[in-house]
């Protein structure tokens, strides 16, 4: 969260779920009065948390038998929370999940089994869909939302400055796309950087891994990349650093940059998909596109995958609460209702019939990530496995390597090895 620090935004997060009106009396025990009340937690920004408590409302209003408490925080703030929570065993009745958590929660025994669960529609999905969403065989979470790694680019940019991407699937390479970025740089009029410095990035670089016969996490829950791998992503990132092709760490004031102080800065960058929604905004100016990342020569079949983000109900809720669970995890899912409201930047639709639906309500911005995560959802995926407990940190610390290589102190073959070495000691631990 850029605006708002992490005090001032959970301070406007409780008067947000205060001012909405949809806490029940009962404190979330359970019905009070044929009212079931449920606890709903979930994380983002403002504009999020305000969409969503307005959705909730609604969904309350048209279900006058269930109240939302809604429990909202900023991303960081959200998993201290759920670390406190279930130490004490009192989880919401249905939470997000943080991608490093999905596998620690499944562990501690977070989620409850949504199989069988009569007010949750499960029709729309295909075999196939319901077991990629499985955990270990049960389905146990619900994905509501689908990321796909992109291209970014500024579409008034390359107008402007004759810009035209390969158009080819063959010719749209990692190197193509490197070129492009040093050519750029030192063609450009206005003095833009190709791209901000982004070696950290963690779903194009699961793209990367993958097409290079490689994965982040293995079935069994180990690291599935080696050093090789990792320092062939670093280096063609240490290349465009040398070249000049994209902001240095000083322009773009440290890793992660913030859109708004670079957005108008370069040309492109890699992104996930949901992300040109909230980004767009904030040149309303310009116009921006995005498509799959560039593919290595020689890719390996199936290296395309699908990001989901996942929902579950508490393992230890309520028994008479089940049902109204279900059915508003089915109102996140299943309907168009919510997502009229609270828009697509949780990704696209997993629901294919409301996927159709989406496009009829779907911004500009909205449709070219639609477009994107569909068409990836059409090719031949190889599996794809989350993340195991111990591995929560390991963005913090691929970030802290790449920054290290970028400043000089460190190699990227030993920064590469430092990265899985630390990485392996949080799985050991957590054994």
Same mark, same amino acid.
């Given at each position: 969260?850029?605006?708002?620090?992490?005090?001032?935004?959970?301070?406007?997060?409780?008067?947000?779920?205060?001012?909405?009106?949809?806490?029940?009396?009962?404190?979330?025990?359970?019905?009070?009065?044929?009212?079931?009340?449920?606890?709903?937690?979930?994380?983002?920004?403002?504009?999020?948390?305000?969409?969503?408590?307005?959705?909730?409302?609604?969904?309350?209003?048209?279900?006058?038998?269930?109240?939302?408490?809604?429990?909202?925080?900023?991303?960081?703030?959200?998993?201290?929370?759920?670390?406190?929570?279930?130490?004490?065993?009192?989880?919401?009745?249905?939470?997000?999940?943080?991608?490093?958590?999905?596998?620690?929660?499944?562990?501690?025994?977070?989620?409850?089994?949504?199989?069988?669960?009569?007010?949750?529609?499960?029709?729309?999905?295909?075999?196939?869909?319901?077991?990629?969403?499985?955990?270990?065989?049960?389905?146990?979470?619900?994905?509501?939302?689908?990321?796909?790694?992109?291209?970014?680019?500024?579409?008034?940019?390359?107008?402007?400055?004759?810009?035209?991407?390969?158009? +080819? /699937?063959?010719? !749209? #390479?990692? *190197?193509?796309?490197?070129?492009?970025? =040093? &050519?750029?740089?030192?063609?450009?009029?206005?003095?833009?950087?190709?791209?901000?410095?982004?070696?950290?990035?963690?779903?194009?670089?699961?793209?990367?891994?993958?097409?290079? +016969? /490689?994965?982040? !996490? #293995?079935? *069994?829950?180990?690291?599935?990349?080696? =050093? &090789?791998?990792?320092?062939?992503?670093?280096?063609?990132?240490?290349?465009?650093?040398?070249?000049?092709?994209?902001?240095?760490?000083?322009?773009?004031?440290?890793?992660?940059?913030?859109?708004?102080?670079?957005?108008?800065?370069?040309?492109?960058?890699?992104?996930?998909?949901?992300?040109?929604?909230?980004?767009?905004?904030?040149?309303?100016?310009?116009?921006?596109?995005?498509?799959?990342?560039?593919?290595?020569?020689?890719?390996?079949?199936?290296?395309?995958?699908?990001?989901?983000?996942?929902?579950?109900?508490?393992?230890?809720?309520?028994?008479?609460?089940?049902?109204?669970?279900?059915?508003?995890?089915?109102?996140?899912?299943?309907?168009?209702?919510?997502?009229?409201?609270?828009?697509?930047?949780?990704?696209?639709?997993?629901?294919?019939?409301?996927?159709?639906?989406?496009?009829?309500?779907?911004?500009?911005?909205?449709?070219?990530?639609?477009?994107?995560?569909?068409?990836?959802?059409?090719?031949?995926?190889?599996?794809?496995?989350?993340?195991?407990?111990?591995?929560?940190?390991?963005?913090?610390?691929?970030?802290?390597?790449?920054?290290?290589?970028?400043?000089?102190?460190?190699?990227?073959?030993?920064?590469?090895?430092?990265?899985?070495?630390?990485?392996?000691?949080?799985?050991?631990?957590?054994?």
């Amino acid at each position: 969260m850029n605006e708002v620090d992490r005090r001032g935004f959970l301070k406007l997060a409780l008067a947000g779920a205060a001012a909405a009106g949809l806490a029940g009396c009962g404190g979330g025990d359970g019905a009070a009065d044929g009212v079931t009340s449920l606890r709903y937690a979930w994380w983002g920004n403002n504009v999020r948390q305000q969409n969503y408590t307005k959705a909730l409302k609604e969904f309350a209003a048209k279900n006058p038998d269930i109240q939302v408490e809604p429990e909202f925080a900023e991303y960081e703030a959200f998993q201290e929370r759920m670390t406190t929570q279930m130490a004490a065993r009192d989880v919401a009745d249905i939470f997000w999940i943080a991608s490093a958590q999905v596998m620690t929660y499944a562990r501690n025994n977070l989620y409850r089994d949504l199989q069988g669960i009569s007010t949750l529609d499960l029709s729309a999905y295909d075999n196939a869909a319901l077991e990629s969403f499985k955990l270990d065989g049960k389905l146990n979470t619900m994905p509501f939302g689908i990321f796909v790694p992109v291209i970014r680019w500024n579409q008034t940019f390359a107008e402007e400055d004759g810009v035209e991407l390969p158009a +080819g /699937e063959d010719e !749209w #390479t990692w *190197d193509a796309w490197a070129e492009l970025l =040093v &050519d750029y740089t030192k063609d450009n009029p206005k003095g833009r950087k190709g791209s901000p410095y982004e070696a950290d990035a963690d779903l194009p670089f699961e793209a990367w891994l993958r097409q290079r +016969g /490689e994965q982040l !996490w #293995t079935h *069994d829950g180990r690291i599935g990349f080696t =050093v &090789d791998g990792v320092s062939s992503w670093f280096d063609w990132w240490e290349k465009l650093l040398k070249a000049g092709a994209v902001l240095t760490l000083s322009e773009q004031e440290g890793m992660s940059p913030d859109w708004t102080l670079v957005g108008d800065k370069v040309l492109g960058k890699v992104a996930n998909s949901n992300h040109i929604i909230d980004d767009a905004k904030m040149f309303p100016d310009h116009t921006f596109k995005e498509r799959a990342v560039p593919i290595a020569p020689g890719a390996q079949a199936g290296h395309k995958f699908l990001y989901y983000p996942r929902m579950a109900i508490y393992q230890g809720i309520d028994p008479d609460k089940v049902e109204a669970a279900g059915k508003l995890i089915n109102y996140n899912t299943n309907t168009v209702d919510m997502l009229k409201v609270v828009g697509l930047t949780m990704g696209a639709p997993v629901n294919p019939e409301i996927l159709k639906q989406a496009y009829d309500f779907a911004s500009e911005d909205e449709t070219e990530m639609l477009k994107v995560v569909q068409a990836d959802q059409e090719a031949e995926r190889r599996p794809r496995y989350e993340a195991p407990p111990g591995t929560n940190t390991w963005r913090t610390a691929m970030a802290r390597v790449a920054e290290e290589i970028a400043l000089g102190r460190t190699t990227v073959p030993a920064g590469s090895a430092r990265f899985i070495e630390e990485v392996q000691a949080g799985i050991d631990r957590a054994k």
